[in-house]
């Protein structure tokens, strides 16, 4: 939805700023956990 939105906004393609927009969402995830992994962080367990 969001990256729908930011479509909106930018005049661009929505399926190119849905994609952009879980592209960097996954990026983000990803930096975190390596973090997490990083600091010795665990959850759920």
Do not use: E, K, N
């Amino acid at each position: 939805m969001l990256g729908f939105g930011i479509s909106r906004l930018t005049h661009r393609p929505p399926l190119y700023a849905s994609i952009r927009q879980v592209l960097l969402g996954d990026a983000a995830a990803a930096v975190t956990f390596a973090v997490g992994s990083i600091i010795g962080v665990q959850t759920g367990g």
